[in-house]
């Protein structure tokens, strides 16, 4: 199973914090890249998203409507982001997530991560 890790500085609705993560540390070499989805038109723009264990994902909102990034199998829930909030989340290992925004089941995106 892929661990998550949730970073300090972020904004997550109450309800992930009862999500099974399993902290890990980020990877200790020093080279994580921050990767940004941005949540427009509602849509993911990238929808499918391919990083290396240890980056971070942050989703940023720029609609009127809230929107989520739900992983379909519970692994991780940003919670409801109105306009102009982001949530992230730091990705351990390897691992392939399918997730859906909970309002609207028709916002999909994936992310694939390698070592
Ligand atoms: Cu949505």
Redesign the pocket.
């Known amino acids: 199973m892929t661990n998550i890790s949730r970073r300090a500085a972020l904004r997550l609705a109450a309800s992930a914090a009862a999500l099974p993560f399993a902290a890990t540390l980020a990877r200790a070499d020093g080279h994580a890249t921050n990767h940004t989805v941005v949540i427009r038109n509602?849509a993911f723009e990238p929808a499918n998203i391919t990083i290396k264990a240890g980056d971070t994902i942050t989703w940023v909102n720029e609609d009127g409507?809230q929107?989520?990034a739900w992983d379909l199998n519970n692994q991780f829930d940003t919670g409801l982001l109105s306009k102009g909030q982001s949530a992230a989340l730091t990705f351990a290992s390897a691992g392939t997530f399918s997730y859906r925004?909970r309002?609207?089941g028709n916002?999909r995106g994936t992310i694939t991560i390698t070592n």
Do not use: I
Request: proline share 12%.
């Open positions: 509602f409507a929107h989520s925004c309002p609207h916002m």
